[in-house]
Structure formats: structure tokens, C-alpha cells
């Protein structure tokens, strides 16, 4: 058995001679390979300065939560459907791991839908909503060709359509043009997130620098908004109801108040024995509903100040600024990336492809004979 395995093995000097012939036979046919990547040099300049630039805005933040419970953060979860992160054991980490899942929601992406923003154009700036801008992003030639069958299509189509009317922004119901734009918005933001330092980076891609920096701060200030609102909901919805106890509380003091008063007026010159019980209980009355009022304030300060120490604090370690020069495309990388294919495509041919082919005539010659 062994003897079979040794002879069916080719000797290491018989495969090293297999690589030489290799390399000779690309070696032999150079001017293709050089050929070829000329094309690829060609093709890569084309496409590198067809694909439009982007200018991309990074805002760092590093939040410092404050004390809470889980509950305002398991019901930010569940607007968002990401109910999955409450397997994490504290609040900071739930908080921090929410950031990435908020910027991809529909709710925040709405948000920004109609935020006025500038695009400068030839010194001259015009303002427009961000989801128009969005649509007016350029294309590079061979999507702006791909788009031309869908958009024949979808003119034919309104030509034996009823019009639409045009009627009001409704988010609960929106239109294949409006779901477009949305994707678009999610698409341009991301965010990363550093569980162990807490640091949380992020990014805003777009093709104005002024607009991607706009847009960046407004992400950084919503985000803020939003982890902040939630963070907090338990302990407002605490304050609304002591404050709703407090001021109920207080009117029945206000009201046994002025009940004693009036009787005291009313009975300041007879000392009888009934009128002496009535007042005590009225007074007595008076002083039940000014304790129970005055818990009520109480309560409510506590919950007031809880609402304070609910609310995280961001740190924005690196704000947004207008940045100077393009994120992309990365020209040399398109370059280089499509010239190597162009010499792996021709070096697979001359190598394999040409022999597979002429192998594939040969067998169609003999059996057409």
C-alpha cells in the first residue's frame, strides 16, 4: 500500500518544473499580460473619476451615564425592536449598545427626513430638506444607466395610472419614493462602539461637506435626545404622577382650609359643646390633609431630582467640523485593485482558458463529423 502511495506521487522535482513551465509560458506571452493591464490602467481611471466624492464627518462622544433603572431602557428597546439587549447585566452597557441600533431605526431616520440643509454650489448656497437633497446626490454614468429601465418603465406605467394626488407627509404610511430616501438617510450614518472604554464613534457620509457636517451634528444632538428621553421616561412618568397626587392633595387642603375658617367665623361667639366637636373635627380635618399634602411635595421633589440623576451626561470628544478634503473614492486603490484583476483574468486565460477552449472546438469538431 505504501509502494502504490510513493509511485502515484509526483516527485518534488517534477512539480517545481511544473511551476518553471508556468512561468515561462506568462513570461512568453508578457505582451498580453502588459496588454491587459493597460486595459485595467484604462478601465481604473475611468472608473475611479466616474464614482463621485464623498466627504465623510466623524463625531466621538464618550457618555457618562447616570442612575437608572432598566426599565426606561427596556422600553426604548422595544420601540426600536432590539428588545434582544436586555441579556446585558448594567445600564451603562445597554445604553452604549443601543447607539448603533437607534441610528438604523425608521423613527430617528424620520427625524432627519425633513431637516433644512444647505448645499453650496458654485459660491452660492440653496437650502432644501435633507430627503430632497438625498435625491439629488449624483450617480456615477453606469448607475445612472441602470436606472434608465426602471425609470422607462415606471413613466409607461403612469402613462395608464390614475395620478396620485399629492397629500401630506404621513410616516405611518409611506410611499415607495419616501422608503427610498429613508434607506438612503440609514445608510449614510453608522456608528461603532468601544464596550470597554465606552467610546462611541459616529460617521456621516455624503457628497457636500457642508451638509455632511450639518448632518452629523444633528445626529450627534437627536442621539442625545433620544438616549436622554429614554433614560428618563420611568422617572418622568414617576414625577408626572406624584406631581398629578400633589396638586390633588393640595386642593383638598385648600379646601378643608377654608371649611375651618368659615366655621370659625361663623361660631366664634357661642361655646357650646356641638359647636366645640365641630370645630375640632374640621380642624382636625385641616391638619390630616395638610400632612398628606405635604408628603405629596415631598414625593415630588424626590421624584424631580430623580429625573436629574437619570439623565446622562455626553462627553463629545471630537465635534463635528466641515471637513476639508474627500473621504473617497480612493482612486489609487481603484486603480491598482483593477489592474491586478485585469492581469489575474489574462494570466488565467493563458494559462488555463485558452487550453480549455481549444479543447471544447475540438470536441465540437469531431462530433459534428
Sequence with gaps: MNEQQHQSAPPIEER?????????????RRKTLLKACGVGVAAGLIVAFSIPKTYSVTVTLSPEAGKSDKSGLADAA??????????????????ITLFPDILSS???????????????EDEES???PLNEYIEEQRLPWWGWLMSLPGKAIGAIVSLFSEEEEEGKFDPFRLTKEETKRLKAI????????DKKTGITT?????????????????????????????RTKKATEDCAYWEKLYKERQREYYEAQQRYAAYADENKSLYTQKSKVE????????????????????????????????????????????????????KAIVLIGLVFLAFCCAAGWILFGEDVWKGLKAATKDGVA
Design 16 to 28: 517545481e518544473i511544473d511551476l518553471l513551465a508556468l512561468a515561462g509560458k506568462l513570461w512568453r
Design 78 to 95: 422595544a420601540a426600536f425592536g432590539i428588545g434582544n439587549l436586555l441579556s446585558e447585566t448594567e445600564a451603562d452597557a445597554l445604553n
Design 106 to 120: 425608521n423613527p430617528f431616520a424620520l427625524e432627519l427626513y425633513s431637516m433644512p440643509v444647505k448645499v453650496e
Design 126 to 128: 440653496r437650502e432644501m
Design 186 to 193: 440609514k445608510e449614510s450614518m453608522s456608528a461603532t462602539v
Design 202 to 230: 459616529v460617521t456621516v457620509t455624503m457628497q457636500d461637506a457642508v451638509v455632511t457636517a450639518t448632518v452629523a451634528d444633528s445626529v450627534v444632538r437627536k442621539l442625545q435626545d433620544y438616549i436622554t428621553a429614554y
Design 279 to 330: 370645630g375640632e373635627r374640621l380642624q382636625n380635618d385641616m391638619n390630616l390633609a395638610y400632612q398628606v399634602y405635604n408628603q405629596m411635595a415631598q414625593q415630588l421633589q424626590v421624584a424631580q431630582g430623580k429625573i436629574q440623576e437619570a439623565k446622562p451626561v455626553f462627553a463629545v470628544v471630537n465635534p463635528a467640523t466641515v471637513p476639508v478634503e474627500a473621504a473617497g473614492p480612493r
